[in-house]
């Protein structure tokens, strides 16, 4: 019985080749572009980058005159107003229209496609949109000004004191649909013996959403809030449209001060350490979650 | 092959020392198990006892960790699945879903690139076996599930194997189907006499169709035998729990001296070990567990003789063909099986005798056979 | 209650109480309080996201001495095409004065190279993640998940750098190229767990019948993957239509898409403001991603749910 011959176990590197060699793409995406990027401009943005990339490391000098920057510190609190407004309001309408659509309604296809039909459009198009609605001499303000009103004042993009406000709005109609959607997605995902014995234990409905759906939801809710969260961070192409980070810098944001100083004001070692600062946004966000939600699973 | 000991033994399939972990959890732990030329061998098990890992590593779908796999006497533990000369036919049917019946039991023959007249040939063959000539140019999702898994096993036998891999094929299928199909296996067994590996968890599947079966637990095999031998004299408790519907009386107690004889008590209970047929001399003394089957308990006027008790319905379970008594005696409680026809009411006194001829006693620590 | 007396009589205590019927108050169907509360709330939800379209419409179909006048929301007195016409043809951005039709060539030029390439290769990156994993597969899918949520402009300079240096900064094809490095993230997850959800006992059965990598990708997992293609073209179509970034960062203004010609034709300080011939470029902008939303319905939904992680 012990006497069979053995071949050795084939050569791991060619077991599966063909499936090795069509991840050529992604192994390169992932170690070369998305890894390497990083790391890449992690380490030039300790440089002192003018014009063109160099090698000469100063410290931290870039983020010591980054965070004396008066535009860098608008930028932020910006992206501080808009983040917690968005994410407060996006969650909060996004579930209520859910609820609301998860009543056993009639046309909810027709609903469903005019709250999701701004995701499918571009934030350039919702700046441009929203830019116009806001216009103080045609706009929302002079309708309502025409209407007898006329000391009514709502020129968000002219004042630099809530020209976020006014880019939160257009934000918000763009993005809401798809929390509504991911939502909705949640709720149809609770067995429906829940409702039931809700029912049969006589548990008024708006307690049944605040103490069962809700918690049992709460892997929703952080998925949701990771996807609005990281949008948050990126917003950029909305703010370009809308007001172009007018009035002055007043609703300026880290991408887009990122995208100036690489691209314009040729300094680029302030755009790679704000764009690092972004990182370490995005990082705060992304590291809990992911080991929320991955840490403790095995494969098997 | 001239170190090859198996090419004498008439094995089909060998598998030495195999070891199978994914991570830390170890699925399969040195496991050996020769299959002889043309034998129909079951492997039983509840799930994740390691009967369908141990099938995929046979197929060449699972790498094992260790040890070794023969079929046919060649050494297959690393060749691709298509090389080792096997079929196999899957639970879920597995069947291409865009491709009609005909060229679902071509695909194998195209990828090879077969001859055309060749694979009209064996499509022809297989169709006609198993009668689905009618079928072939429908496709999967037109087809019920019992034809769906006769054009699976015909996938199978298109391609012209030696050995054929079943894993739990008849399991998505309703009871009546499933009955239907079981005979046909064991009818296709019969006319291919080729070699079938079957893994299933339904006992009655292993018992009516298998020339072996071998009983898995945690990765090990515990049994491997005939269907009779399995059911009469299971080697450990865990055998003889799995097999057999309802399930074996356990009665835990003691061996006892008593008159120059060796006995069975319980709660201060004696019973008589007259007829058992035991692996060596039984002293006193010893912590055991006694195992009678249902059907092994006669009950008044089928008592033939032995030693006889007395007992209390606790409940009663009509079934059709048989009644199934629960009687209480000597602090336990034990299911009877009787014919359908004998009524009992409950509390009433009925006399029982043990068939210790039938019986098993398993030492109470290490659940063997005694 | 005339309708129980007709009903087979059951004995015994339950059958009594079936016969009665129910006693309660008959549920109300249409009007109640609790509907118009929620037709209420979903109906002024609705207003609130179709306004911004119906404004756009109204004003591109208005002349501008029409606008001067006021009401953004007021329907055209008269309706004019004339802004459809200039948006298209003749708008200036700087010294071009062709309209958008260049930018909307681009952009067909830019999204469907990129849409093939990157489902292409999303695809089979996602069939081998799910069918034939090997040592590292799952680290490197890791990294490519994780990367989708670290912001571009940490990765833009860099690409800038190693497109100069392989002479693709600036053309179509480095444009084609960072789109379907930067698509590839969703769309892999997106066919991974596709192909992770078919019954692994069909690709088994394949290996069985001898088929190879290839092989078992065109000729058993294909045929069966068309839905999936269809939403993963929906969502590469639509997001790359509507990007704005790699546009603007790595073209030029020859060849700028859509969506950059547009922003700087409504946003270039210079001249007139014509707000019908914006509103109007505007939809011809949003005209496409909008044609394949409503068309696609359905698959548009199960898209970005399926890749709600790409945020």
């Known amino acids: 019985m012990a006497a069979h011959t053995q071949p050795g176990r084939p050569n791991q590197l060619f077991r599966n080749l063909n499936s090795k060699i069509a991840s050529i793409p992604m192994m390169l995406t992932a170690v070369v572009i998305f890894l390497g990027g990083t790391i890449w401009t992690v380490v030039y943005s300790f440089t002192n980058s003018k014009l063109l990339p160099r090698l000469s490391f100063v410290g931290l000098d870039q983020y010591e005159r980054l965070w004396d920057t008066p535009r860098w510190i608008v930028s932020i609190q910006n992206l501080a107003t808009y983040g917690c407004f968005s994410l407060i309001f996006s ?50 303000q002079s309708v309502i000004r025409s209407l007898g009103w ?42 429906e013996d829940i409702w039931k014995a809700a029912r049969v234990d006589g548990i008024p409905m708006w307690k049944t959403y605040l103490f069962i759906i809700i918690p049992m939801m709460r892997p929703v809710f952080v998925t949701t809030l990771v996807i609005i969260a990281s949008g948050i961070v990126r917003i950029y192409d909305l703010v370009v449209a809308q007001t172009s980070g007018g009035p002055g810098i007043a609703s300026d944001v880290p991408a887009k001060y990122v995208y100036d100083y690489m691209f314009f004001a040729q300094n680029l070692g302030q755009g790679f350490a704000a764009s690092t600062m972004m990182l370490l946004a995005v990082a705060i966000i992304i590291v809990p979650w992911a080991y929320l939600e991955f840490g403790g699973r095995k494969r098997g | 092959m001239l170190n090859n000991v198996s090419a004498r033994t008439q094995s089909s399939v060998s598998i030495r020392e195999l070891s199978l972990s994914f991570g830390s959890v170890k699925v399969l732990e040195n496991l050996n198990l020769d299959i002889h030329d043309g034998e129909f061998l079951v492997l039983l098990g509840s799930s994740g006892c390691g009967k369908s890992t141990l099938l995929n590593c046979i197929a ?150 298998a020339d072996r079966i071998a009983i898995m637990k945690s ?75 249902p059907e092994h308990i006669k009950v008044d006027g089928d008592i033939a003789g032995g030693e006889v008790h007395e007992a209390i319905v606790d409940i009663e379970e009509p079934m059709g063909a048989d009644n199934l008594l629960w009687l209480k005696h000597a602090g336990h409680v034990m299911s009877v099986r009787i014919g359908g026809a004998r009524r009992y009411a409950v509390g009433a006194k009925v006399r029982l005798a043990f068939d210790m001829s039938m019986a098993s006693l398993f030492d109470a620590g290490t659940e063997e056979r005694i | ?51 911004p379209l119906y404004v756009m419409v109204v004003t ?29 043809a003749q708008a200036c951005t700087g010294l071009n004065c062709d309209g958008l039709s260049r930018g909307f060539w681009n952009s067909v030029r830019i999204t469907v190279p990129s849409v093939i390439v990157s489902i292409a290769i999303a695809s089979v990156n996602g069939y081998a993640l799910a069918n034939w994993r090997f040592k590292g597969s799952e680290i490197f899918f890791t990294i490519l998940i994780v990367g989708a949520f670290i912001p571009y402009q940490v990765m833009i300079y860099p690409i800038v750098i190693a497109l100069r240096e392989m002479g693709l900064y600036g053309t179509l094809y480095g444009l084609i190229l960072v789109h379907s490095i930067f698509g590839m993230p969703i769309q892999t997850l997106l066919f991974r767990n596709y192909f992770v959800s078919l019954p692994e006992e069909l690709f088994k059965a394949a290996r069985i019948d001898g088929a190879g990598f290839w092989q078992i990708y065109f000729r058993i997992m294909l045929p069966m993957s068309l839905p999936i293609f269809v939403v993963s073209m929906i969502l590469q179509t639509t997001g790359i239509w509507n990007d704005f970034l790699f546009g603007v960062v790595f073209t030029r203004p020859d060849t700028y898409p859509m969506t950059v010609q547009l922003n700087n034709i409504v946003n270039s300080v210079q001249g007139v403001k014509e707000y019908n011939v914006n509103m109007a470029a505007t939809l011809l902008t949003g005209a496409v991603p909008l044609i394949v939303y409503f068309v696609s319905g359905r698959l548009f939904v199960r898209g970005i749910a399926a890749g709600a992680v790409k945020g």
Not at chain 1, 156 to 183: E, F, H, K, R
Not at chain 2, 258 to 277: A, C, I, M, P
Not at chain 3, 71 to 80: A, H, K, L, Q
């Open chain 1, 91 to 140: 969650l909060t309408i996004g579930f209520l229209l859910a609820a609301l659509m998860d009543q056993k309604i009639r046309f909810e296809n027709t609903f469903r496609t005019i709250f999701l039909y701004p995701f499918a459009l571009s934030f350039i198009v919702t700046g441009l949109v929203w830019q116009w609605i806001l216009n103080p001499e045609f706009g929302v």
């Open chain 1, 150 to 191: 006329t000391s009514f004042t709502f020129d968000p993009l002219y004042n630099s004191d809530i020209v976020i406000y006014g880019i939160l709005i257009a934000a918000l109609w763009q993005g809401t649909g798809l929390v509504m959607c991911l939502m909705l997605a949640g709720l149809r995902g609770i067995d």
């Open chain 2, 60 to 209: 060449g779908l699972l790498e094992p960790t260790e040890g070794q796999i023969f079929i046919k006497d060649r050494n297959v533990t690393w060749e691709e699945p298509k090389d080792r000369g096997i079929g196999m036919v899957f639970q879920s049917y597995a069947l291409y879903p865009q491709m009609t019946v005909e060229k679902n039991l071509s695909f194998g023959l195209r990828v090879a690139k077969v001859p055309k007249d060749e694979i009209d040939r064996r499509v022809a063959r297989a169709s006609g076996i198993l009668q689905i000539e009618p079928l072939l140019k429908r496709k999967p999702s037109e087809l019920s599930g019992g034809q769906r898994q006769r054009v699976a096993i015909g996938r199978a036998l298109v391609r012209d194997v030696d050995v054929f891999l079943f894993d739990e094929p008849l399991s998505n299928l309703d009871a009546k189907l499933r009955s239907e199909l079981r005979v046909e296996i064991k009818r296709l067994h019969q006319a291919l006499k080729n070699t079938m590996i079957y893994v299933t968890h339904d006992q009655i599947e292993a018992l009516t169709l």
């Open chain 2, 219 to 293: 990765g090990v095999i515990q049994q491997l035998d005939d269907p009779v031998t399995i059911y009469n004299r299971p080697k450990n408790r865990f055998v003889a729990g799995f097999i057999g519907s309802p399930s074996m009386n356990f009665l835990t107690g003691e061996l006892a001296e008593e008159g120059g004889h060796t006995v069975f008590k319980t709660n201060g209970v004696s019973f008589s070990l007259d007829g058992y047929d035991a692996y060596g001399p039984l002293k006193g003394g010893r912590k055991v567990i006694l195992g009678v089957r």
């Open chain 3, 1 to 51: 209650m005339d309708k129980s007396l007709t009903m087979p009589t059951i004995s015994g205590q339950a059958g009594s109480r079936l016969e009665a019927g129910p006693q309660g108050k008959r549920p109300r169907k249409t009007l109640s309080s609790r509907n118009i509360i929620v037709y209420g709330a979903l109906g002024l939800a609705a207003l609130y996201y179709l306004v």
């Open chain 3, 60 to 88: 591109s179909l208005k002349g501008m001495p029409e606008i001067r006048l006021g009401n953004i929301f007021s329907p055209p007195m008269e309706i004019t095409f004339e802004p459809w016409v200039k948006a298209w």
